[in-house]
């Protein structure tokens, strides 16, 4: 499965991005889907994910009621909407699916690149 996230850019504290990631897979609706995200000098972070059937979703803390994560299966595509950034969002945003059978994220895609500015 190869992944390809875009959609990262440069906005001002307050605005909104919407990441995609679409993957090459004819099965895509058999895997959970997941956006993860590095910040300079820290370790990668769980952001949210989605079930392979369109749910359940979860979210961490620092972006819950922020964030939004969606998939549409007939596109190969998972998004995340990101609404109210805030500077310390600035990372880099990496999408990661598993497949439903298998516990660990096995595909990783290139991450997009998102900085907030104050």
């Known amino acids: 499965v190869q992944l390809q996230a875009c959609g990262g850019g440069l906005v001002q504290a307050g605005s909104s991005l919407r990441l995609s990631c679409a993957a090459s897979?004819?099965?895509?609706?058999?895997?959970?889907m997941g956006w993860f995200r590095q910040a300079p000098g820290k370790e990668r972070e769980f952001v949210a994910s989605?079930?392979?059937?369109?749910?359940?979703?979860h979210y961490a803390d620092s972006v819950r009621g922020r964030f939004a994560i969606s998939r549409d299966n007939t596109k190969n595509t998972v998004y995340l909407q990101m609404n109210s950034l805030k500077p310390e969002d600035t990372a880099a945003y990496y999408c990661?699916?598993?497949?439903?059978?298998?516990?660990?994220?096995?595909?990783w895609g290139h991450g997009t690149l998102v900085t907030v500015s104050s």
């Open positions: 989605i079930g392979w059937t369109d749910g359940p979703t």
């Open positions: 897979t004819r099965t895509f609706s058999t895997y959970t």
């Open positions: 990661a699916a598993k497949h439903v059978y298998v516990g660990t994220y096995d595909y």
